[in-house]
């Protein structure tokens, strides 16, 4: 059965998303936003009521719709936890103690944008 134009389904795995939470606690205030944190924790397993935010979002149009939520995790610790644990490792390799949060961030972004090309 066809809903119509402009109603779709998006399905994200509610467990995992509450495993994503209570591993990594940074994560709720870097994904949602303070208002979300607040209705969606006084309820009984805040976790899937933010799953549920998070696919409503997509589904409205509110996050880029080139975004995947089953790799939404991954990359989040991808380009974040990663590069910062292993940047006292650069530091010693490289002799770089000017590696800081903010030159991985640009690092990361300037990645992002223009991959590894010169232009």
Do not use: Y
């Not at 779709?8 to 467990?15: C, S």
């Not at 994503?20 to 009521?49: D, N, Q, S, W």
């Amino acid at each position: 059965m066809d809903p119509g134009p402009g109603v779709g389904i998006d399905l994200i795995e509610i467990e995992r998303v509450e495993r994503a939470l209570e591993r990594r606690p940074k994560m709720l205030t870097r994904v949602f936003t303070a208002a979300e944190i607040e209705a969606c924790g006084a309820r009984g397993r805040p976790g899937r009521h933010l799953a549920a935010r998070f696919a409503a979002a997509q589904e409205a149009g509110e996050l880029s719709p080139d975004l995947d939520p089953r790799l939404l995790v991954t990359s989040l610790i991808g380009l974040t936890l990663f590069p910062a644990a292993g940047a006292p490792i650069w530091r010693r390799l490289f002799a770089a103690d000017d590696i800081d949060a903010s030159t991985m961030r640009n690092h990361a972004i300037a990645l992002l944008d223009h991959g590894i090309g010169a232009s």
